[in-house]
Nanobody, 124 residues
């Protein structure tokens, strides 16, 4: 069964860093776009960042620009490096995969495969 799996969540103090990973199971990420999304309690799901595994293009939500960096490891894994974390970054973070040969979007609609999510808590 094809799926994506997140890892790397945890608890950190404000100003700290975490790195999330997204890996595919049952398929290769070579012709996909990978997106990171988050959902905080009582809030709607928000697109955070995305990357095209094919052409390497990226997009970021304004709320994370300059603090988060998305990267890829060939066609195997995608990482989300989160620096200067704030309490408002607290959420369950999900990665998702979309069949796309060029570019990527932080809109959730086109994504086909979703992970189970990993909790990120930023608190002092």
């Amino acid at each position: 069964q094809s799926r994506v799996v997140e890892s790397g969540g945890g608890s950190v103090q404000p100003g700290g860093s975490l790195r999330l990973s997204c890996a595919a199971s049952g398929f290769t990420l070579a012709y996909y776009a990978i997106g990171w999304f988050r959902q905080a309690p009582g809030k709607e799901r928000e697109g955070v960042s995305c990357i095209s595994m094919n052409d390497g293009s990226t997009n970021y939500a304004d709320s994370v620009k300059g603090r988060f960096t998305i990267s890829r490891d060939n066609a195997k894994k995608v990482y989300l490096q989160m620096n200067s974390l704030k309490p408002e970054d607290t959420a369950v973070y999900y990665c998702a995969a979309e069949v796309r040969t060029r570019g990527c979007t932080v809109l959730a609609g086109p994504y086909n495969y979703w992970g189970q999510g990993t909790q990120v808590t930023v608190s002092s």
